[in-house]
């Protein structure tokens, strides 16, 4: 038996793919089946390890919260909504992709995984630029208030039209 994978990456979201098998569906099954519950582990460890991060944070909110950490604590609420929203989303659709001929279902899965993948892409942008800044102008870096990076972190995204939850108020 012949197996020819290949593999096309969605452009705007590099964490989905679609796979599409030359082979036959026992042998597609199997595959499909073997690799999606392989990565299981790796969502649920990840939703347990960011909520963790964000208890530890909502506990102890008054010590942790300085401008560099709200962008820790946006980049957690965005992988811990991965790992709950997305993941069983794209582990489903491995299985059944019938719910996905509903415009709805199909629409919300679309807008999920694009919105979700970018907002954690943005956000490690905010966070890489946070960093260069403490690096190049301590100086100024130190004496930088909450306000700024609040408002930094509600305006991500190119066009600003991109809101992650609100941290902080």
Not at 13 to 25: D, G, L, P, V
Not at 64 to 80: C, E, P
Not at 118 to 140: C, E, G, K, T, Y
């Amino acid at each position: 038996m012949d197996l020819n994978v290949t593999i096309f990456w969605n452009s705007s979201a590099f964490m989905n793919s679609t796979i599409i098998f030359n082979a036959s569906s026992e042998a597609r099954s199997f595959v499909i089946l073997v690799a999606s519950w392989c990565v299981v582990p790796v969502f649920c460890a990840g939703a347990l390890l960011n909520a963790a991060v964000l208890l530890t944070f909502l506990v102890h909110a008054n010590q942790l919260i300085n401008s560099f950490s709200i962008h820790i604590v946006n980049l957690t609420v965005l992988d811990l909504a991965y790992c709950l929203l997305l993941s069983p989303l794209i582990l489903y659709r491995n299985f059944d992709e019938s719910w996905l001929h509903s415009p709805a279902t199909c629409g919300f899965y679309k807008y999920a995984s694009w919105t979700i993948s970018n907002l954690i892409v943005w956000q490690h942008l905010v966070v890489s630029v946070d960093r260069w800044l403490a690096f190049i102008v301590p100086i100024w870096y130190r004496e930088k208030k909450t306000a700024l990076t609040e408002e930094t972190t509600s305006q991500i995204g190119p066009t600003g039209r991109s809101k992650p939850i609100a941290i902080l108020g």
